[in-house]
């Protein structure tokens, strides 16, 4: 055996535990710490006396296996650890990779002239929001939204309009597209609609408009423009870049959080950015 068989031998048993070299001396079933340390000192002790060999005997399965088998049945705490490490390896890559994907669009992301804006439009944090007005979860977030608003003055918020489930989410966001391309109070709208009962679909929408005060035959010829099929098509694009398949989903700072994760998520997530600069700070 080579000292490269020998040494992957170990390696194997100390990245099973954990990467922890004092367990490996934790004999399995039948193996005592000894009997280890004599296998190695052998082997190595074999190389050295053999090294004129032209092929190095090689340890098979049938005795690899079973030592490695035992020693993982002798110690099943082991699995837990390496899943961990491999979840975390897994998420560590996640947001590296959601870090450079929105770098790289960071302007169409924040600051598309085209967007709904609510909150104070100078604020010092900016949460983006894609949604759809048929998302049952997106209508749980609403009242999250509203809090960080009232509590946060310093707080810019961005509703894009992401319309996934259903063409009626579609006619739905064609007319409130419109309606901020008309200089309608946006957050009086965008609440008004999840507020109603039922599918939301475009002639909603447009019952929504007349309460407010807009020409809904304005805004209904409107919604079927070219400038508003634009609108809708970077938000598509903006999800594909960042892998977003779901509503609602949320972009603050270099980081993108899926799902309606409640107000004290959000909240810790804004802080942090205040206070470092990352949506998670080091302890």
């Excluded at 890559?93 to 804006?117: C, M, N, Y």
């Excluded at 946060?152 to 006619?171: A, Y």
């Excluded at 700072?253 to 802080?271: F, N």
Aim: aromatic share 4%.
């Amino acid at each position: 055996m080579t000292r490269l068989n020998v040494t992957l031998i170990v390696l194997v048993a100390i990245l099973a535990t954990g990467l922890g070299a004092s367990l490996w001396f934790r004999p399995a079933p039948g193996l005592t710490e000894g009997d280890v340390r004599a296998i190695v000192s052998s082997e190595l002790t074999t190389t050295d006396s053999a090294t004129e060999m032209t092929e190095a005997p090689v340890l098979d399965s049938a005795t690899l296996d079973p030592m490695i088998e035992a020693y993982l049945l002798a110690n099943p705490s082991i699995l837990e650890k390496m899943s961990a490490a491999l979840s975390a390896e897994h998420a560590a890559l996640a947001a590296e990779r959601d870090r450079k994907a929105i770098a790289s669009i960071h302007d169409e992301i924040f600051d598309d002239p085209d967007q709904a804006v609510v909150g104070n439009p100078d604020g010092d944090i900016t949460l983006v929001e894609l949604f759809d007005y048929n998302c049952s979860y997106c209508r749980t977030a609403l009242p999250d939204m509203a809090q960080l608003i009232a509590d946060d003055p310093n707080l810019r918020i961005v509703l894009k309009e992401f319309p996934i489930l259903s063409q009626s989410s579609v006619e739905a966001a064609r007319i409130a597209i419109a309606a901020t391309r008309a200089g309608v109070d946006y957050w009086a709208f965008h609440s008004a609609l999840f507020s109603g009962r039922g599918q939301v679909t475009g002639e909603a929408a447009l019952k929504v408009i007349e309460t407010l005060g807009l020409d809904k035959d304005a805004i209904a010829a409107d919604a079927e423009s070219d400038a508003v099929t634009d609108v809708i098509r970077k938000s598509y694009d903006i999800a594909q870049i960042l892998s977003i398949n779901g509503t609602p989903a949320f972009i603050i700072g270099d980081e993108v959080v899926s799902g309606a994760v409640g107000m004290d998520a959000l909240k810790m997530r804004i802080d942090n950015l205040r206070a470092c600069g990352k949506t998670v700070c080091d302890s």
